[in-house]
């Protein structure tokens, strides 16, 4: 095990004035799309801005987005009421933090970025060549924990700023992060088909979960049976580990559809988005069995996926073309 403390660097601090001032706000626009089944409404809000990907609930009770390809954190109402605000960079994953902000990784900065609800930022540097930030989340030490994608560590940052790096291997790829439940930290390795372990408290790495060649695991979840689930995003397959066993099942349709991030619906099913075959897919992890999928209009890219307000899933759903972009929202009917 190899660790490095650095200090925090704080860069891009705004005030609460200069935050306020630099925000835009823009009256909902309304549901300008369905997707349904007999059992499924889906209504979208459109956006217009540039690939809305990570969510997390704020601590205000809405519903918090990054924007990949633009230095803003955005954040949606119910109503579809979008107020974007400002950061040092673009960013990924995000979260909310047990201090009352929203964490969240600057992939386009290297740094960790903290924002209070009402748009006032910092954002800390990690202290590597090339770390791009992905994955984070709180962890049992009431720290924050990320994934360095490129650099092959994982990190954990206090509300302070101070951050602590750990080496999984530069060939490891880690993507996203959880904590699990037995204490640990689980991060998916994408490169290396293994999903790690990291003990908080001794700060010792676990044995890994290996599994098959080529699963490319992605997004994690803790489903409604306390274990840990996970998508494969290359081998087209969502899995399950119990008691260090795993187990994996095909999702059917289209080949290739690339199961992205993985949420509980208020129906007991686990709820995935498909980013390239242009849907949505259900799993029953009771029966072990999968739901008819709801396909999306307009060929979209579904990414990231949260349980939201109202008892609904909530989606980034971003195009190519930013005038396309929009958040989903399922309504189980």
């Not at 704020?58 to 109503?79: K, S």
Request: proline fraction near 9%.
């Amino acid at each position: 095990m190899v660790f490095r403390l650095s200090a925090a660097i704080a860069v891009g601090l705004l005030t609460a004035a200069s935050a306020a001032s630099a925000t835009v706000t823009r009256a909902p626009v309304g549901v300008v799309g369905q997707a349904r089944d007999a059992h499924i409404k889906v209504n979208f809000f459109g956006t217009n801005l540039p690939w809305p990907e990570g969510m997390t609930i704020g601590p205000d009770g809405n519903v918090w987005f990054t924007e990949l390809y633009q230095a803003d954190i955005a954040r949606i109402t119910p109503d579809g009421t979008i107020t974007q605000f400002p950061v040092a960079a673009s960013a990924e994953g995000i979260t909310t933090g047990p201090d009352g902000n929203l964490w969240f990784t600057e992939s386009g900065a290297n740094a960790i970025g903290r924002m209070t609800t009402g748009g006032v930022t910092s954002s800390f540097t990690i202290d590597g060549p090339n770390p791009s930030p992905r994955g984070i989340a709180v962890g049992p030490d009431g720290n924050l924990w990320f994934t360095e994608y490129y650099d092959g560590y994982i990190g954990r940052i206090t509300a302070n700023g101070v951050i602590t790096r750990f080496l999984v291997s530069q060939n490891s790829s880690p993507w996203d992060i959880i904590a699990g439940p037995d204490g640990n930290m689980w991060f998916s390795e994408s490169f290396a088909d293994q999903i790690g372990r990291f003990d908080p408290v001794h700060l010792k790495f676990r044995a890994p979960i290996n599994l098959n060649p080529g699963d490319n695991p992605w997004a994690l979840l803790i489903g409604p049976d306390k274990n840990v689930w996970f998508t494969g995003r290359a081998s087209g397959k969502i899995g399950t580990v119990v008691n260090g066993a795993v187990s994996e099942f095909k999702i059917p349709g289209p080949s290739g559809s690339y199961p992205d991030s993985i949420a509980i619906g208020a129906d007991g099913n686990l709820w995935f988005t498909e980013s390239l075959t242009f849907g949505l897919g259900r799993f029953n992890p009771t029966t072990k069995r999968f739901l008819p999928r709801i396909v999306l209009p307009n060929e979209d890219i579904p990414t990231g996926i949260i349980p939201g307000p109202g008892g609904n899933l909530w989606f980034t759903d971003p195009s190519y073309d930013d005038a396309q972009s929009r958040i989903g929202v399922i309504h189980p009917r």
